[in-house]
Structures are given as structure tokens and as C-alpha cells.
């Protein structure tokens, strides 16, 4: 009786390796992408805090004087080697009414086309 070689042939062959690290190139393409995006997402996250950070504490700053007169001048403040522009601005309220209405813009000043967050508060 004749004995066939590949009945008992064990291991992997050239052809099952290559198509395993091909799928695995793959893969590693695809999880370096979604981690590039997911980093991405985290500066523009930590950006907006701080933003929002800011501009809060401009305005418990202003509520804290007992008088605000306008326009208050722009303000700029350094964070995490990032430079922001904080700008408050009083739009006018009806007069006797009581409280006025305090405008804060927040934007980075080496992206100044980029997004602002802006926060109204009205306090007497």
C-alpha cells in the first residue's frame, strides 16, 4: 500500500500564514483608525472644558464685584500651552429691570476660526 504525504501532514503551510497576517493587517489598519478618531474626540472633549472652565469663572469673577460696568475688557489666559480669548460683553436689558445679562465668549487664539462657546448669565 502506498502511504499518502499529506494525510499526515501537520503545521501550518505558506498559504494559511500569509492569508493570517493579511487579516491581521487588517485589523491593525482598522484599530489604529478608530484610535486616531477616539484621540481626536478627546482634544476636542478637554478643549471644551477648559472653555467652559473659563468662561465660568469670568462670570463668578464678575457676579462677585458688586458693581459690573461695561464693556469689560478682553481677557486672555494660558492653559496647557493653549492660549484663549475670553471676551464679555453686556447686551443692553431693559432699563429697571433689576439685573443685566453677561455674554462670555471663549476661543483659542491660535484657531480663531474655530469653534466659541458662549455662555449668557443674568444676575441682579
Known amino acids: 500500500m502506498r502511504s499518502n504525504k499529506f494525510e499526515?501532514?501537520?503545521g501550518f503551510g505558506l498559504i494559511e500564514v500569509l492569508v493570517a497576517s493579511a487579516l491581521?493587517?487588517?485589523?491593525?489598519?482598522?484599530l489604529l483608525g478608530s484610535l486616531s478618531s477616539l484621540l481626536l474626540g478627546a482634544r476636542v472633549a478637554e478643549r471644551r472644558t477648559v472653555e467652559m472652565?473659563?468662561?465660568r469663572n469670568q462670570i463668578e469673577g464678575l457676579i462677585a464685584l458688586k458693581t459690573v460696568s461695561c464693556p469689560v475688557p478682553?481677557?486672555?489666559?494660558?492653559?496647557?500651552?493653549?492660549?484663549y480669548s475670553i471676551e464679555t460683553t453686556c447686551p443692553p436689558v431693559p432699563s429697571g429691570a433689576g439685573y443685566i445679562e453677561l455674554k462670555v465668549t471663549v476661543h483659542p487664539?491660535?484657531?480663531?476660526?474655530?469653534?466659541?462657546?458662549?455662555i449668557d448669565r443674568v444676575q441682579r
Open 53 to 55: 472652565r473659563l468662561a
Open 24 to 30: 491581521m493587517a487588517v485589523g491593525l489598519v482598522v
Open 74 to 83: 478682553t481677557a486672555t489666559q494660558s492653559v496647557d500651552h493653549v492660549t
Open 8 to 10: 499526515r501532514q501537520t
Open 109 to 118: 487664539l491660535q484657531d480663531p476660526s474655530g469653534q466659541m462657546l458662549v
